[in-house]
């Protein structure tokens, strides 16, 4: 999906995700407009809370999805904490929905998000994938 052109002020710029180095640019590779807010939320999602030292708070704890099965409580509830850590982390979108899809591979599960870039009004979407298990140990 190719993603909207915004003069890089106006939604913010900040370093790529994974941070990456650019030989023509002589620097690190920045991300800017709608990317830079689709990498802000996959870096929110897949950390922890209490995992940064200096902001234990930031993060979002998705780890009710490890033992429970995705029942319609479950799906709200973390619908809920993806929903608060989005509005406390991350002001320059607004949440209109959270979705889940289980995936037919055992350990993984799609969260949708569905979003308002506040400042363009431009509705989007994020499908992030979350993985119960690591790679080595399918």
Known sequence: MEEPVHHPGFLGTGWSFPPEFSKTERGLRLSAGALDIR???RILLSTTQ????????????????????????????LAEKIQRAIT????????????FEPNTLEGLVYIHVTYIIRSTNTRTNMV???YLKEGTEL
Do not use: Q
């Open 128 to 130: 992030f994938p979350y």
């Open 39 to 41: 990498e802000s939320l």
């Open 50 to 77: 209490g995992e940064r030292i200096f902001d234990i708070h930031y993060g979002c704890d998705l780890s009710a999805l490890l033992y429970e099965s995705l029942t319609l409580s479950v799906r709200t509830t």
């Open 88 to 99: 406390l982390h991350e002001p320059r979108i607004k949440v209109e929905h959270v979705d």
